[in-house]
């Protein structure tokens, strides 16, 4: 299994001298230039490690890794020309699991990488997230089986790429365009009919009552998602 490592510095030099050590390693990497552009491409890549510098222009470091904590467990080292004790405090208190202070020995950042993805992929916290589970909708990535409230339901392979896709991402709103696009792969053309009804299907097979869905809703004249519940987990 390759593993993908996000990279993201305002500075172009520093993401591409990163981008060929992490390569040199044998891990896949994105980058961004800016906190924004990252969680954007985490609703879009799966991700194994981020390396987000703090001092970014439209959304820096810290506020980046206060939602992506809201999304996902992924490990985060942040980098930071400062090195102050406020600084790393601040940055751990917000769910970064390391930190290193520019300038940095590349060879120093790599052996925090390898340590996190250790940590992360070997004592179960990314395999755990082959089993997705919100409000008893339960879905394991490894055997492709669903079930409901520990009953098992019968998706087609398209049935589950949608329910994964939007289980992935609780709250998140995907327009029909882009769950075509992300399932089928290929440019959604005319996919409004073709989408609505596999999630039609979907709902007569997960709920109870599918008129009034308890999983997959409808945010009129702007896509399907599945809302964020109260307890969201990822177990084995």
Known sequence: MTLTVLVADDDLEIREGIEIYLKNEGYRVLKAADG???VELLEKEDVHLLILDIMMPNMDGITATFKIRQMMNVPIIMLSAKSEDSDKIHGLSVGADDYVTKPFHPMELMARVKS???????????????????????????????SV???????????????????????????????????WEEEAY???NVVAVHIRKIREKIEADPKNPRYVKVVWGVGYKIDRPSTFTTSR
């Open 36 to 38: 924004l552009e990252a």
């Open 116 to 146: 996190q993805l250790r940590r992360y992929v070997q004592l179960g916290t990314y395999e755990a997230e082959e089993v997705i589970e919100i409000d008893g909708l339960r879905l394991n990535e490894e055997t492709k089986e669903v």
């Open 149 to 183: 409230d520990g009953k098992i339901v019968q998706l087609t392979p398209i049935e589950f790429k949608i329910t994964n896709l939007l289980m992935k991402h609780p709250g998140r709103v995907f327009s029909i365009n882009e769950i075509y696009e992300r399932v």
């Open 190 to 192: 005319n996919a409004d």
